[in-house]
């Protein structure tokens, strides 16, 4: 069954939840469309950020139309102000997943957050809930000094993690301080399951063409108004979410407007952080997923 340029192995049936991963940029949206529009299916986005309203241009998030091709779902069901994570995600994928299911239809996960799919797939594992005071605490500390308690108190995760990331640094500290356990060790805790048995992809591109599509993106997201899409997210409290204000092009973009470099270096920064943020993103699946990987062609 061929969708969108991706050859899909045997007869690709309507049924069971259908799981499309991939790199940023990839074009795992258009296959998603395509295959829901084939298969009579459902998307539901699996991304940390296209979760708030407002935030638009800077997570490609779905057009007016392309939703009208295809319902969407978790896009657009938080303010700027609340905080979402891997464990609310499930709990609202699985009640989507459910209704789809009773209309007769296909769920089709489409993303690139890979927490998010393993979380859905293998279960939360014993990491304990957000803790607000310890969050807040960590939050206000610089980040060179947390990746120096976390490299004392759990070298593997330390080796491991995004370092440029410090939500998820602070995320490891939090447990590690609540449990008194290694990060490591609970991550290792995830249940052992087949990824989406058969039903499970990650689209891949030839590593030129893919830098190429998001170098194209990232212009494009400036043309049609990131800076001021920005600038409107910060009067409605992108500041009071540390996690949504390091999202890939909007921390660019607030840095920009506070006069650390200018819209030109910013939008080559926001090309070299995406193809960075898109390596990341590749080895982590082929790391943590058991998807089968296909090319589009």
């Known amino acids: ?13 309507a049924g069971p939840p259908i799981f499309l991963a991939g790199a ?8 998603a469309l395509e295959l829901a529009e084939r298969l009579g299916g459902e998307i539901i986005s699996v991304d940390s950020m296209q979760v708030y309203r407002g935030m638009d241009i800077g997570t490609a998030k779905p057009s007016t139309d392309e939703r009208a091709r295809a319902p969407h779902h978790l896009i657009d069901i938080l303010d700027l102000t609340q905080a979402f994570d891997a464990a609310q995600f499930v709990r609202l994928a699985r009640e989507a997943v459910a209704h789809i299911q009773l209309r007769g239809r296909t769920p089709i996960f489409c993303g690139g957050t890979g927490l998010y799919f393993k979380a859905y ?35 593997a995760t330390f080796q491991r993690i995004d370092r440029q990331n410090p939500r998820r640094v602070v995320r490891a500290l939090e447990v590690i301080r609540l449990t008194g356990r290694p990060f490591s060790a609970q991550r290792a805790d995830w249940a052992a399951s087949a990824d989406g048995a058969g039903r499970a992809f990650c689209l891949t591109r030839p590593p030129g063409e893919l830098a190429q599509r998001m170098r194209a993106r990232v212009d494009e997201m400036f043309h049609r108004g990131l800076v001021a899409e920005t600038q409107s997210l910060l009067a409605h409290g992108l500041e009071q979410n540390p996690a949504a204000l390091q999202a890939l092009g909007y921390r660019q973009v607030v840095e920009h407007l506070r006069g650390a470099r200018s819209l030109a270096e910013t939008i080559e920064l926001v090309k070299i952080r995406t193809r960075q943020f898109a390596k990341r993103q590749l080895t982590w699946f082929r790391r943590q997923l058991r998807f089968e990987w296909l090319a589009i062609a």
């Open 121 to 155: 797939l293998h279960g939360l594992g014993e990491a304990p809930a957000s803790d607000p005071t310890l969050r807040a605490e960590l939050e206000k500390a610089p980040l060179e000094e947390l990746l120096a308690e976390l490299d004392r108190v759990d070298p």
């Open 1 to 13: 069954m061929k969708v969108a340029g991706v050859q899909f192995p045997g007869d690709l049936a």
């Open 24 to 31: 940023t940029a990839v074009g795992k949206s258009a296959v």
